[in-house]
């Protein structure tokens, strides 16, 4: 199994397994739809690319989606289903505060590190964050972004094999960025949009027996402008825990914050909405 | 009661509650309209949430409406309400001069602090003063921003909890700076708009005796460009002081300054007027 | 009277009344209009506030007109009126060539400086200036500003009580800033409009003889684009200066002092004008 | 034979030849088209001049084309070919995080280095990342800039021969900072734009036989979008990895991936499509 | 007589009067025109107003004109007429390469220096250059202006009495600084305009016998398109030098000299031509 | 002659005769019109008005034209030519990656010795490289241009002469800045534009029998294209290397080179083609 696996290959330098398992909530990956299962594969041909494909010794690609939507979800699963020695997560939490040279260095110190391994994966976690991007101005640190283009472009040293998977929520701001097409490949990551995904959803939470289930889905469609549900599965979740906090009335209370959830949805100017 | 239970589980680590405290005058919240009511139970079932649900680890809710409505006032009530073992105000106050770096160094120290509990809530008040927003520019401490924007989407550690309570009067600059969609929920706090709402906040401030008050009231109402108040509590607060100064003549006195600041109110340009 | 009783009560820290003595000539405010009066008392009844009412611990205005209008003057008369333990004067003279962090370093210490005394008055001058603004990019010390936001909301410590008084010849500017909405009153202080008022100004310098001043205001209304005078008393005072070194000639020199002053003030777009 | 030359003249101070052997894969120059002939040929020629003609002490030129067409293999080429003593390469990949005088600094020692020898040339690779531009703004190290204008100028001292090859797959961004006229003469090279080259660069892989060739490219000819190929040598090489992965069903994995990469080619609004 | 009045006055600090009479070239002042006395009595007045009139401690005038006019001079010679005390010149040639700081310091340290003398006057050269503006962006040193314009509003200490000469060639661009208007009053120094001026100007030179002049101005003349002169002084004063390199041919020498330079004034867009 | 006399009054402080001597090719100027001997005329007489002319103790003048037309030579030329004690040139060469304050003190410096000699000329060679211009913004060193203002205007000190020229392929950038307006004069240096002038050049170069050079003419008149040729001497003489490369063929391999310099001359938005 991959726990064992791993173990075997831990190499000295360090691993952010934990970190990635993180990203995972308890309850895991749900399949509430056959996307999901499709974006796992793609992910694993690439890895198996990489591993295996002589030429391939540099492979990048891009998970991007609206908000919430799974994508730090999917490619840590990705990366941690690649079984590969070295396993790093670049994420902006730990570059709170950084200035741009510090960025860059904490980038280039886990670039480093996983030329040292045989065969590695990082996965880069919200790119526009990294980046600092604001779209008033617009402002970005412009030396981060030359520093992202320069590295998943860099071939890894002779012998060495390196996978990049990116996520981000704004691929037209990386696209105006130039950084979109410095990726090998990109993934989509779409909300769950059909009531049908929205019940797979609410089953795989374990928080609903069939008949409030069953409730909640008619209370939502019973309001004429939710044709779709156009929600990320994380805000979903979050959902499914409110309406915990009423155990008499989830169905009412899930449907209410769904509600809610999904007025804001049609009303942001978002890009994948 | 409150001040017993807080005792008990008060930790090492800086609490602000003497702060938040001062955020509330000693009159306390006047419950002038039934909105205000429902601010506080909007805010009670948050902070349940966020201390019973497993799944909420980390909840973020915004009080935004205009100047002088009483937003820092009812986030310090929600917060110091929660009885969590961490209660801490994040202000401009205490950053004064401070740059980015100093600010973000600020910041991370109180969500490390914050970390270290098991339950606690962060009150951040007025956004748009913390990041240093000028509409001339516009200029912005962006990396603050950013910290922020991360900071309000990062998980705590394992077994912590943590809810953040924003303020602002500027939320069309939240959301510009895409600052607003990082919190879960957002909460409105209205002026004092009927002249019934005027009474009642009049009545609480114990001031006037029932004749001096319709007085007032009749005296502002015979301006036919007073339809509605559209005062934020505060001023109506400081207006009362004003007219206290004239104990002789309260009513008219009162009548003048709320005239005065009902007439700025129509004038500016301000986004919740 | 005012100078021993102010003698009584002089606390150990810094107390500028000389420098606000200063900016008062030595003819002292010269009552043109009943404005000037009015204005006094306005400033008179803000003063008994923050002395008497408890609720009003902090209290912000702004005086603004045209250039030379009396600004500076009328604060620091209202201030020096005062009669509280702590007057003080913020002004951009002192804080030639400071960066933002000595500007921010310096108002605070200022600042700092009153919360110690129970009762105090801070003259904030020339507010445009203490920021830097000009009107080309447009450039302003955006810190600065942020810094006087803070500065004019923050409660003193318990106990204090503090009053502000700015001054600016620049409202649009500061209302594009949107520091004006930060000040809780504002006082308009007007030119010297009418020749009635020109005539008490002259009369009031001691330095015409009612034949001299008869034949200069002939002169000057003489000319028909002079409708209006619409000239800072600060101006006058300074053609009269000139005027006296032409003793033989004083009404003739004086008018022609006027006459291009008054020109200036038709072609200046000047907002006030 | 070239490396026995080569060794004979070997320089004491750095020359990277290693580092240009890297950008060639190992497959080396496929010749799928007489341009790339061509190319190589009139590299040839500016080698000569340079080596030979006692007035052209200094010539430069660029590579340009679509990303991944080619132009750093061809510069390698065409470097490594010239048997001069002294070859470097300047390539962004070791000025990751470099400031802007650290980057000139950078430049200016291989300048010198090469300015020691009588002979050199210098590949200067991916000039907008050297320069970091973004198109947003736009940005881009303005000194650096400079210090390329100055450098694709300046006489070698006495005695001493340079030639520096540049390449760029953003020309029209050369262009726009004035660096591509600084240039003495360009070179522009193509993607793979027939079918017939296309077949060419697979049979150069050897990875497929007649039968499977012919079929990969019938079914990319049944998609009547896919009128030319207009695919950089660099993917196409890619894709034939990625086929290689599935060796049952290589020509169908092999169009699917090739059907990507044209639409994509298709889509992108790049100067050069 | 003025210069042993100046000597038995000279105080101990740096006094600039060699710079200011090296502003003035050998031949001095020449009054081709009724205006320049006019000038010099403009000037005359303002010093003797400093010098006696007890309200005036501070007096501000700007001269203003197309380059090459004589500003320099003219306030030079205003300043040396004064027979103050304390004479300095405030100039950006002992300020190449000044930072911000460093200019302002310069700028306070001659101002600190006039305060310590009861009666001075400082030339301030050349404002636009002293602000470093650029009319691309536009650009200049914000914080320098903001010093002038404090600097010229600060009243001298008590007792002392201060004059200030700005030159600009620039009025418009000092009056998008607003700092024209923080001037007191401004002086225009006109070109040479008239051939009568013209021949004025000659004619001091002492460079040309009467029959050559005539002959010079009669070929300017016969140039349809000079209509007028408007040419500045100490251009002309070059022109009759370079005329005089060839002294057999001085007047036409001279006429295609001034031909060029009235052409060039032609061509220029100045705000003054 | 010129060599003896050089040596006879070299200053102790650097003399940079080596380094303008080396921006004249070997061939040195070749008069391929009239022109050429008018340019160096003119320089002339400068030379010998700030030698001469009591009053001209500082003459500013550039040399401007397209790119390649010779206008480093000619300023090197006339500044080797005038014999003076202190010969220096300016260069961008030498401030490679200097930031705004190490180029002005670089060209303090230069200033500063040169006012040491008597006699001094100071070649400021491609200003618009020593002012950092990018047209992208526009970017530029407004510290530098400022600094270049000032020195171009400032007198010498007593007794010392100074002549600087200029050298620049932007003259409209030179004019955006102000700085074209402070040189005393502008010298204008074509292009070899007629195909008399070109065979000139030919001839000069002596690499031409009469008969290949009418051939090498034929070829390029034969295209249509090419009425006027509007290439500068440096391309010429660069094409000339290029063809002598292919002894066999140099009439044809010239006239290859050159139809394609004079087809990119037509394609420039250039200012001077
Ligand atoms: N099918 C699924 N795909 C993705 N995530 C899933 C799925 N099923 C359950 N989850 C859970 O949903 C959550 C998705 O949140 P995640 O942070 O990955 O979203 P995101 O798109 O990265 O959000 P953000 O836009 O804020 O970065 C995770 O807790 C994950 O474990
Ligand atoms: N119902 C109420 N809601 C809010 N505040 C109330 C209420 N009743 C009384 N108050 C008092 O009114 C004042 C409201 O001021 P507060 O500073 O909270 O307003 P704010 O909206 O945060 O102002 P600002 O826009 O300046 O930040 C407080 O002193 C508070 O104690
Ligand atoms: N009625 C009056 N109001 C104000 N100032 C008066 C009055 N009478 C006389 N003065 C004198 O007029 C002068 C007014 O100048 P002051 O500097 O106060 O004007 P200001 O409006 O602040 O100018 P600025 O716009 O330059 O800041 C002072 O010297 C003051 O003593
Ligand atoms: N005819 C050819 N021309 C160029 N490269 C070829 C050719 N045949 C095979 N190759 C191989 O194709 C690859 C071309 O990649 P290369 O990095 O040179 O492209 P590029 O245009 O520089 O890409 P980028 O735009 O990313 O800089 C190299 O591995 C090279 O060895
Ligand atoms: N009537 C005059 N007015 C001014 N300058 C005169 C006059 N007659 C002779 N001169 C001489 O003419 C020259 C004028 O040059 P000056 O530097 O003062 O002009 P400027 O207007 O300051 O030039 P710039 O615009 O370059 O600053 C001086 O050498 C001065 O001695
Ligand atoms: N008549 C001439 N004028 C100028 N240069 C000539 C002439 N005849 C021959 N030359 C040679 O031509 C070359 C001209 O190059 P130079 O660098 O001076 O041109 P430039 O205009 O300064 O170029 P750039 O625009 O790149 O600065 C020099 O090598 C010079 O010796
Ligand atoms: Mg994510
Ligand atoms: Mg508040
Ligand atoms: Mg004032
Ligand atoms: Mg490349
Ligand atoms: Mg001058
Ligand atoms: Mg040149």
């Known amino acids: 199994d991959f726990d064992r696996a791993f173990e075997e290959v831990k190499p000295a330098f360090g691993v952010s397994e934990d970190e990635l ?91 480093e590190d996983a030329y040292k391994s045989t065969l590695s994966v990082i996965v880069i976690d919200n790119i526009e964050r990294i980046v600092g991007w604001s779209a008033i101005g617009p402002r970005f640190d412009n030396a981060v972004v030359q520093a992202l283009m320069i590295l998943l472009k860099k071939q890894p040293p002779n012998g060495r094999r390196l996978l990049c998977l990116g996520t981000t929520s704004a691929r037209s701001v990386l696209q105006q960025l130039d950084l979109f097409e410095h990726f090998d490949t990109d993934i989509a990551v779409p909300s769950v949009n059909t009531y049908n995904e929205l019940a797979h959803v609410m089953q795989g939470s374990g928080a609903f027996d069939e008949q409030s289930l069953q409730q909640a889905i008619r209370e939502l469609q019973e309001n004429k402008h ?41 009303i942001q100017t978002n890009e994948y909405s």
């Open 21 to 111: 398992q993180d990203c995972l909530s308890q309850g895991g990956i749900i399949h509430y739809s056959p996307y999901i299962q499709n974006i796992l594969e793609q992910g694993s041909l690439i890895v198996n690319q990489v591993r295996d494909d002589p030429a391939a010794t540099l492979y990048t690609g891009v998970l991007h989606g609206p908000p919430g939507s799974g994508k730090t979800a999917l490619a840590a699963k990705i990366a941690l289903d690649s079984e590969y020695p070295f396993i790093k997560l670049l994420t902006p939490n730990s570059m709170i505060g950084f200035n741009e040279a510090m960025k860059i260095g904490h980038m280039q110190r886990i670039f």
């Open 226 to 266: 939710n044709d779709r549900v156009g929600v990320g599965i994380k805000r979903i979740l979050k959902n499914i825990g409110t309406a915990r906090q009423n155990p008499g009335d989830m169905p009412n209370e899930f449907a209410r914050a769904m509600n809610k959830s999904m007025g804001e949805s049609n």
